[in-house]
């Protein structure tokens, strides 16, 4: 069991930056994928950035070069870092872990930490 608690959310003005923490529990922090996934209102979930157990990454288009995504296995912490904001990152983000043994697969959410960027 994971439990991953987001904070670092916020409202900032358009241009602005922001940094998202999530926190892990447990000792396999260093076995997982993580992911920021953000969810609009009205809106699907989708996936923002992604970064392996071995650290390679991806984005998605609209952030790339904005955000970007690091983990520190010795504090069991992802984060996002986020600049140049635009209205249309608001959204909640969620952190995502996952991993595959075998056939099984573990995934685990956190609860969210709301962005608004507006002026």
């Known amino acids: 069991q994971v439990q991953l608690v987001e904070s670092g959310g916020g409202l900032v003005q358009p241009g602005g930056s922001l940094r998202l923490s999530c926190a892990a529990s447990?000792?396999?922090?260093?076995?997982?994928?993580m992911g920021w996934y953000r969810q609009a209102p009205g809106k699907q979930r989708e996936l923002v950035a992604h970064?392996?157990?071995?650290?390679?990454?991806n984005y998605k288009d609209s952030v790339q070069g904005r955000f970007t995504i690091s983990r520190d296995n010795a504090k069991n912490t992802v984060y996002l870092q986020m600049i140049s904001l635009k209205p249309e990152d608001t959204a909640v983000y969620y952190c995502?872990?996952?991993?595959?043994?075998?056939?099984?697969?573990?995934?685990?959410w956190g609860q969210g930490t709301q962005v608004t960027v507006s002026s």
């Open positions: 970064i392996t157990s071995g650290g390679s990454t």
């Open positions: 447990g000792s396999i922090f260093s076995t997982y994928a």
């Open positions: 995502n872990a996952w991993r595959r043994v075998g056939e099984n697969s573990y995934d685990y």
